[in-house]
T-cell receptor
Framework: DTGVSQDPRHKITKRGQNVTFRCDPI?????LYWYRQTLGQGPEFLTY????????KSRLLSDRFSAERPKGSFSTLEIQRTEQGDSAMYLC?????????FGSGTRLTVV | AQSVTQLGSHVSVSEGALVLLRCNYS??????LFWYVQYPNQGLQLLLK??????LVKGINGFEAEFKKSETSFHLTKPSAHMSDAAEYFC????????????FGKGTRLSVIA
């Protein structure tokens, strides 16, 4: 069990560029979640998958955001036309009925 | 809809003193409740969780929390603070078995003074 891996750890991008983050969950976990955490706030739910099916999307997930989990394994979160307000830590987690495990996050800075 | 309120965005205690971090929740169904700790630039580490059964839950690093349904509270305590406890603490609630999205509070930053 290598835990939940996120790549990259840090990303600096210019406003208007597209960025993509990757999350590799614990292999036996069937659910995968994306959260966003801004400075001084708790994580906010964005979306989650059961295997390859996207079960729920938060209203925080604007049409510039898209998430996929092909084949029910790793997941990607893409942000198109980034804005300064997208600067945040993006956390991935995976779970089974025994509970959650979080990754270390990807910190995005939009300049 | 579920929600979590953490009272006090910043708590400061002396080393060796009691730690008390407050959490109140709102849920229309029996809740699952969690406390997480986050160190700078790291992910979230589970301290403890309440699912069903015993209302006093013991976690890692000497922390414990008590589920009080009548008060809709799940406060986190530790008898004696250590310098290494300085971190951000988040209370969270979920509807299901812990295999559903979590709703987090805004967090409480704990400082420990030598």
């Amino acid at each position: 069990d290598t835990g939940v891996s996120q790549d990259p750890r840090h990303k600096i991008t210019k406003r208007g560029q597209n960025v993509t983050f990757r999350c590799d969950p614990i292999s036996e976990h069937n659910r995968l979640y994306w959260y966003r955490q801004t400075l001084g706030q708790g994580p906010e739910f964005l979306t989650y998958f059961q295997n390859e099916a996207q079960l729920e999307k938060s209203r925080l997930l604007s049409d510039r955001f898209s998430a996929e989990r092909p084949k029910g394994s790793f997941s990607t979160l893409e942000i198109q036309r980034t804005e300064q307000g997208d600067s945040a830590m993006y956390l991935c987690a995976s779970s089974s009925v025994r509970g959650y495990t979080f990754g270390s996050g990807t910190r995005l800075t939009v300049v | 809809a579920q929600s979590v309120t953490q009272l006090g965005s910043h708590v400061s205690v002396s080393e060796g003193a009691l730690v008390l971090l407050r959490c109140n929740y709102s849920s229309s169904v029996p809740p699952y409740l969690f406390w997480y700790v986050q160190y700078p630039n790291q992910g979230l580490q589970l301290l403890l969780k309440y699912t069903t059964g015993a209302t006093l839950v013991k976690g890692i690093n000497g922390f414990e929390a008590e589920f009080k349904k009548s008060e809709t509270s799940f406060h986190l305590t530790k008898p004696s603070a250590h310098m290494s406890d300085a971190a951000e603490y988040f209370c969270a609630v979920s509807e299901g078995s812990g295999n559903t999205p979590l709703v987090f509070g805004k967090g409480t930053r704990l400082s420990v003074i030598a």
